[in-house]
Nanobody, 125 residues
Framework: QWELVQSGGGSVRTGESLTLSCKASGFDISDWCMTWFRQVPGRERDSVATMRRSGKAEYSDSVVGRFTVARDTARNTLNLQMDALKPEDTAVYYC???????????????????WGQGTQVTVSA
């Protein structure tokens, strides 16, 4: 059975850093595309960072240069290092993987996604 368990997050001030972790079980994260999403109340869930099977990382314009997604294959964990945090980064963050095809990355609305439980990140001015 596939499962994603998140850790990390919390409350920081502008300019500080946080690391989120997403530990996977039931599958090898190196074999699948995985994405970090975030969501604020009243808005859609947006992708933040994607790690493709190839190892290529992709980022949204709002976080490029500040966030880094990386695999820890020894722990089967996907990490998101968030630096230079801003108040607009405040959201609930989710990791996700979709199980339909190794060729696809999870979208925000795919019914075939497995999701982490979500982690609150709060950045104060």
């Amino acid at each position: 059975q596939w499962e994603l368990v998140q850790s990390g997050g919390g409350s920081v001030r502008t300019g500080e850093s946080l690391t989120l972790s997403c530990k996977a079980s039931g599958f090898d994260i190196s074999d699948w595309c995985m994405t970090w999403f975030r969501q604020v109340p009243g808005r859609e869930r947006d992708s933040v960072a994607t790690m493709r099977r190839s190892g290529k990382a992709e980022y949204s314009d709002s976080v490029v240069g500040r966030f880094t997604v990386a695999r820890d294959t020894a722990r089967n964990t996907l990490n998101l290092q968030m630096d230079a945090l801003k108040p607009e980064d405040t959201a609930v963050y989710y990791c996700a993987v979709q199980r339909s095809s190794v060729l696809w990355c999870p979208s925000a609305t795919s019914p075939n996604n497995y999701w982490g439980q979500g982690t609150q990140v709060t950045v104060s001015a």
